[in-house]
């Protein structure tokens, strides 16, 4: 069975707080992110579904993967203000970010794109288009007047250590 994880234990690996995920969730910022368990042993992502299942009070539970995109959403904070932002980000940029992670030898295709750089193509579409790259020279060329870069390596070593022994565990990181 796969180990997950309770919002209080998501803290205590560099996510945010259970009042924070309450209120992301709220605000639907967290579409995709945690699951319920209902009482036929069968996982939602969708309230209304636990609900009309008959569970009282919906408890959400976070895979390993789920804990790792809100540990780097939290720290993009530090890069955007806008939570919707460093959640969609997180979501793209966690594989690499986690191979980052990995004490290995990263994969030829992270050690040439070190950074995301990503940006909305239009103002009022809320999906961000992100491109991989090694070098920031690049971003001109992208056509772009503004975007968010991160550093994925960087990332990586911002995981806590923690989060990153649950990775170990799995193969996920060494």
């Not at 368990?37 to 009309?52: H, M, V």
């Not at 539970?61 to 955007?80: F, N, Q």
Request: with cysteine; aromatic share 6%.
């Amino acid at each position: 069975m796969t180990r997950t994880f309770t919002p209080s234990e998501v803290q205590e690996l560099g996510a945010p707080a259970p009042d924070n995920l309450r209120d992301q969730r709220r605000r639907g910022l967290l579409e995709g992110v945690g699951h319920i368990l209902l009482p036929s042993g069968k996982k939602t992502s969708r309230i209304e579904d636990a609900l009309l299942a008959g569970v009282a009070r919906p408890a959400w539970l976070y895979s390993l993967g789920d804990v790792v995109i809100l540990a780097i959403a939290k720290s993009l904070g530090t890069v955007t203000s806008d939570l919707f932002a460093q959640i969609h980000l997180a979501k793209q940029i966690a594989p690499h970010v986690v191979e980052f992670a990995n004490k290995g030898t990263p994969l030829p295709s992270l050690v040439d794109n070190r950074f995301a750089v990503a940006w909305r193509e239009d103002e009022d579409d809320l999906s961000f288009k992100c491109i991989r790259t090694n070098n920031l020279n690049d971003i001109p060329n992208f056509g772009v007047a503004r975007a968010i870069v991160v550093d994925m390596k960087r990332e990586a070593e911002l995981l806590p250590a923690k989060l990153i022994e649950h990775l170990a565990k799995i193969g996920g990181a060494a």
